[in-house]
């Protein structure tokens, strides 16, 4: 069956560079969820997209702004990066309307600031 | 005080014991309740979701929740090696519109052969 697809799955980035994470959720779903892995702690939730429309925000900094796509992709752009951004960054997707409450998550994208 | 509390461990048994995996909770909004199994370096896996009070179960897996205690478990039956990663016990419910996951920090299990 197919997953949720994360791109790129390693990164490495300086202090004060951008980047950008790409998310495409599994087939049909609608909704997609972006959560922060900092090591040996759990996912916190960031923000989450329906219909390209934000649904719902967490703690995610102003340096980080998001975006969902008509082809229900969604890109992570995370600017004038910071060595505590380095953690491990995962996507969800859900079927709205179906079985809401089962997000699937993708590998993660692991972004290290050095 | 994190809202979702849960032992970070490691727990290591041996090959064949039952397991029992647990999350306390502070917020009565919560109403499903989920675990995941996430392996090292990959992302969470949903095993089994429940809705409010009660058991369900799967295979060698059992979930309960208990709301009056703010409690759920994860039992498994007959562990085995393959068992062994991270489970993540996480919620959601009203007061977080049923949208983002709240997660527990996650109990590191090592199953033995």
């Known amino acids: 069956a197919a997953g949720v697809i994360q791109s790129p799955r390693h990164l490495i980035k300086e202090k004060r560079e951008t980047a950008t994470l790409k998310c495409y959720p599994i087939p049909r779903h609608d909704t997609v969820y972006w959560y922060q892995q900092g090591p040996g702690q759990d996912p916190q939730f960031l923000i989450s997209f329906y219909e390209k429309m934000q649904s719902d925000k967490g703690s995610i900094p102003d340096r980080f702004s998001a975006q969902q796509f008509s082809d229900y992709h969604s890109e992570l752009n995370m600017s004038s990066l910071e060595l505590g951004d380095s953690a491990l960054y995962f996507c969800?997707?859900?079927?709205?309307?179906?079985?809401?409450?089962?997000?699937?998550f993708g590998p993660g994208t692991r972004l290290t600031v050095t | 005080q994190k809202e979702v509390e849960q032992d970070p461990g490691p727990l290591s048994v041996p090959e064949g014991a039952i397991v029992s995996l647990n999350c306390t909770y502070s917020n009565s909004a919560f109403q499903y309740f989920m675990w995941y199994r996430q392996y090292s370096r990959k992302g969470p896996e949903l095993l089994m979701y429940t809705y409010s009070s009660g058991n369900k179960e799967d295979g060698r897996f059992t979930a309960q929740v208990d709301k009056s205690s703010k409690y759920i478990s994860l039992f498994i039956r007959d562990s085995q090696p393959s068992d062994s990663a991270t489970y993540l016990c996480a919620m959601t419910g009203m007061n977080t519109g049923f949208q983002k996951l709240v997660f527990g920090t996650g109990t590191r299990l090592l199953v033995s052969p």
């Open positions: 969800a997707s859900s079927l709205k309307g179906a079985t809401v409450y089962e997000q699937y």
